[in-house]
C-alpha cells in the first residue's frame, strides 16, 4: 500500500469499523457557530474556493443511511486536505458563552491531528483548554486578508504528493480518457432517465468512445468498502427493477416495444466502474460484486496512478 495513505483504523463512536483516509480530498472542513459567524463564513468560503478547494462543513449534505456524525462531521474531518475553525462565542444572558458544538469539532481536529486555522474576533476570549493554542485573532476590517494569507499557507504545508502534474479533477479525466471513457451528455429525455437511476447514488454518466456503450462511475475514495457496496448493489437493484418494468411500461402506454427493446439492450450491455482508495478496497468490492449481473470494473488509486504514469512515459 502506498506509504501516503494513511487511514482512521479505530471508530471513535465504537461503530464496526472506520477506514476512512486521511486527507484524501480537497476539501477544507469549517467549524462554525451557524448564528455567529455568518459574515466571516461567506468570506471564508470565497477565498477557500478561490484557491481551488473545496469548503465542507456539517449543514452542507444529507447522508441517507448513514450515521449522521460518522458522514456529515467526524469522516469530513478526517478526510480534508486541512481543517479551519472560527471560536466565536454565543451572547447568553449577557454573557459570551462558547459554541459547544463548534469546540466539539475543534477536539476532533486537535485528536486526529490535523492541520487546523483557528480563528476568533479580537474583542473575545478563548476558554481556558485551548487558550494556550495558537488562534489567529481578527477584526471585520482584516479577516479576509488574514484568512487569505493562512489559507495560502495551509494549501502548501499540507499538499499531497499527485502521480503527475494535473489537479484531482484533471487526473480522473486524463484517467477516464486513457480507458476511452467521456462524460455522457445529458441531451434527451432518455439521456435524463439514464442519469437519474445513479444521481442520488452520486454515480456519474460515462459512454465510451463509440457513445453506445454507457457507464455508470463512483468516484468513491473517501468511503469505506462496505457503503461503497451498499451503494453498488442498490444501484444494481434499481436497474434489475427498471429492466423488469419495461413490458409493463409497453402494456400501459409508457413506451413502445422497439423503446423497450433498444432500452433493455442498453441496460444489457451497461457497466459499472467504481474508484476506490487501496488495493485491499478494491478486492473486497470486487468480491463483493462477483454476482453482478453488469460488468464491474474497481479501481485503486494506485490504479489511477499507474495509468497516468504510462501516458507520462508516452509522452516523455
Not at 459547544?100 to 486537535?110: I, T
Not at 481556558?128 to 494569507?149: M, P
Request: charged share 20%; proline share 4%.
Amino acid at each position: 500500500m502506498d506509504k501516503s495513505i494513511r487511514r482512521n483504523e479505530i471508530c471513535i463512536i465504537g461503530l464496526p469499523r472506520c477506514d476512512f483516509v486521511f486527507s484524501s480530498t480537497r476539501t477544507c472542513f469549517i467549524a462554525y457557530g451557524f448564528q455567529e459567524s455568518t459574515l466571516e463564513m461567506t468570506i471564508l468560503r470565497r477565498v477557500i474556493e478561490e484557491k481551488g478547494i473545496q469548503p465542507v462543513e456539517a449543514g452542507g449534505a444529507l447522508s441517507p443511511a448513514q450515521s449522521a456524525f460518522c458522514a456529515k462531521i467526524c469522516s469530513k474531518i478526517i478526510t480534508a486536505q486541512f481543517c479551519a475553525v472560527l471560536l466565536n462565542n454565543e451572547e447568553s444572558e449577557g454573557r459570551e458563552v462558547p459554541n459547544a458544538n463548534v469546540n466539539m469539532e475543534y477536539g476532533l481536529m486537535l485528536g486526529f491531528n490535523k492541520y487546523i486555522i483557528p480563528f476568533q474576533r479580537a474583542s473575545q476570549k478563548l476558554p481556558f483548554n485551548v487558550a494556550g493554542l495558537d488562534t489567529i485573532k481578527y477584526t471585520n476590517t482584516d479577516f479576509e486578508q488574514l484568512a487569505a494569507r493562512v489559507v495560502e499557507q495551509a494549501i502548501r504545508e499540507t499538499q499531497q504528493e499527485t502521480p503527475s502534474q494535473f489537479s484531482p479533477d484533471q487526473i480522473l479525466q486524463v484517467f477516464l480518457l486513457a480507458k476511452k471513457a467521456l462524460v455522457a451528455p445529458i441531451n434527451t429525455e432518455g439521456d435524463l432517465n439514464f442519469y437519474q437511476m445513479g444521481a442520488p447514488l452520486d454515480f456519474k454518466m460515462l459512454m465510451d468512445f463509440s457513445g453506445l456503450n454507457l457507464m455508470y462511475f463512483g468516484n468513491f475514495t473517501a468511503l469505506r468498502p462496505e457503503v461503497i457496496l451498499w451503494r453498488a448493489k442498490l444501484l444494481i437493484e434499481i436497474l434489475n427493477d427498471r429492466r423488469a418494468s419495461l413490458d409493463m411500461r409497453v402494456r400501459v402506454g409508457l413506451g413502445t416495444e422497439a423503446q423497450a427493446i433498444l432500452i433493455n439492450d442498453i441496460l444489457a450491455r451497461l457497466q459499472i466502474w467504481l474508484i476506490v482508495t487501496t488495493n485491499e478496497d478494491k478486492i473486497s468490492v470486487k468480491q463483493g460484486l462477483h454476482a453482478s449481473p453488469y460488468h464491474v470494473e474497481v479501481f485503486s488509486i494506485d490504479d489511477v496512478k499507474s495509468e497516468l504514469e504510462k501516458l507520462d512515459k508516452l509522452g516523455a
